[in-house]
């Protein structure tokens, strides 16, 4: 930080007897109280940021909604502050953001702006099951380490200081990948225009032809199944971003794959409408519009708030036969605050794929990355059009920090969120008549409940205790990171 911002910073600091915004609360001072007109405003003498030893600060300064020389309104000053803490931290670079107001006279008052920053650089090993989830990999599977990729991960959050996020995969094992991205998110002087840009490439031994009837994935293997590669994939993208708000993104991307595959998955004993195309590779075109809206106090685990996005891609040049395929998605999620620790949310999804006639490479439904029922996790349904709800109450157990024994300076303790909670989960999933399985075509439940840890960086550990319309149930495992 330059020297005038430290002098400026510790006057700061002497006079602070005003309020701060943190991440449980927000404390107001008497000197605010004692205003008799609410309507009365006070001048932002001026923002002071400190803790950003990597980020650049006009990077945190876009994020607040107010700016030095603007006027806040004291009856809606506490709502503001933390509005902008919201929006700092969902930025995702730090583990905490505290701001802090100074009083310096009846009308004007100094904003500081306190964040701590997350780790931003993981050159770590990479040691991960090829199967769609881990609790696949663990019954259906039994753990085998032969269906584990292994190699190294190297992940920049913040290479330049301006967000932007470096990613390089070289992996191999049962799988060979190795990919690369690099994302913009402030890439023009406003900070509204993104840019990103990718490409990768991968060898199976392994690959999904057919779902059953009992809606299970059958899988080809080559004979020797160590050594040889029954199926590759290239593909390389670009895409721009339009983010002129806090709340809304416009995403525009353009793809191109090209897909092989072992000539014995397209027999007819197999799955001959595997590519639609008589082939045995494919090479696919496709442009994305994507419409994201997020207002939530956690991006990474929300309680409160509002997401939503609307998406359409199109594969290949043509409109029917092969691979072509018009893909319209939708989806609302909203999480309350029912206040003394409760909170419950609701989640939406819709999507639809035309024509309705697709090739099984095209007809992934529900099943796949976060589009499932929980409690049928080892099963897929395919389909060219499907829907989701999901419903959750749950109530915070604990929240609680734990010191560490040695000396982090960026984490020195781990912070531990408890959540008890139940759910239920509704879903459908439309299909032709000719790949009609099991749990096509009609509406779909599941139920249980379980507990959400929530620790440092916004890893989730989920264990949940579902079952489902199949009168199976079982013990479920989930994770996820912010990192």
């Known amino acids: 930080m330059p020297v005038h911002k430290k002098i400026l910073y510790c006057i700061c600091l002497f006079f602070s007897s005003s309020f701060a915004v943190g991440q449980k609360n927000v404390l107001l001072s008497n000197t605010l109280q004692s205003f008799q007109d609410s309507s009365a405003k006070l001048y932002v003498k001026n923002i002071v940021v400190k803790g950003n030893k990597k980020t650049k600060e006009y990077i945190i300064l876009r994020e607040i909604q107010f700016q030095k020389g603007d006027s806040l309104v004291i009856s809606t000053i506490n709502q503001q502050l933390e509005q902008a803490r919201q929006q700092v931290y969902n930025t995702t670079l730090f583990s905490e953001v505290k701001f802090e107001t100074v009083i310096l006279s009846a009308f004007d008052v100094i904003v500081l702006v306190d964040v701590k920053e997350r780790w931003y650089i993981y050159p770590v090993p990479q040691f991960k099951p090829v199967d769609r989830n881990f609790n696949e990999w663990i019954k259906t599977y039994n753990a085998s380490l032969k269906r584990v990729n292994y190699g190294l991960k190297f992940v920049h959050y913040n290479l330049t200081g301006r967000r932007d996020q470096l990613r390089i995969f070289f992996l191999t094992g049962f799988s060979r990948d190795f990919s690369f991205s690099y994302n913009a998110p402030y890439s023009n002087s406003k900070l509204t225009e993104g840019f990103v840009v990718g490409a990768g490439y991968s060898q199976k031994k392994e690959i999904p ?60 004993k197999n799955n001959p409408n595997y590519f639609n195309t008589g082939k045995s590779s494919a090479n696919i075109f496709e442009i994305f519009y994507g419409y994201q809206h997020a207002n939530v106090n956690n991006v990474l685990y929300a309680t409160k708030g509002k997401t939503a996005f609307i998406a359409v891609s199109k ?75 999901k419903s959750t109450l749950k109530y915070k157990v604990a929240e609680f920090k734990i010191p560490l024994p040695f000396k982090i300076k960026s984490l020195p303790y781990i912070p531990f969120t408890i959540f008890a909670k139940t759910y239920t989960d509704l879903g459908y999933a439309f299909n032709k008549k000719e790949f009609v399985t099991n749990l096509n075509n009609k509406l779909l439940y599941t139920g249980g409940f379980g507990v959400d840890i929530l620790t440092f960086y916004d890893v989730n550990l989920r264990l949940e205790y579902s079952f489902n319309q199949l009168d199976q149930k079982g013990l479920f495992l989930h994770t996820q990171s912010g990192f």
């Open 209 to 268: 032809y057919k779902t059953d009837f009992n809606n299970n994935l059958l899988f080809y293997t080559s004979d020797s199944l160590r050594s040889i590669s029954v199926g590759s994939s290239f593909n390389i993208n670009a895409g721009y971003t339009l983010r002129k708000g806090f709340f809304n993104k416009h995403i525009f991307n353009a793809a191109f794959s090209r897909l092989t595959a072992s000539d014995s998955i397209f027999l007819q």
């Open 315 to 389: 594969k290949g040049l043509g409109f029917t036969g092969g691979i072509n395929a018009l893909t319209v998605e939708a989806g609302l999620n909203k999480y309350y605050d029912l206040g003394k620790k409760w909170y419950s949310s609701i989640q939406l999804n819709g999507k639809i794929k035309l024509p309705l006639y697709q090739p099984y490479i095209n007809q992934r439904g529900l099943g796949y990355g976060d589009s499932y029922l929980r409690g049928l996790e080892y099963l897929v349904i395919d389909g060219v059009g499907t829907a989701l709800i």
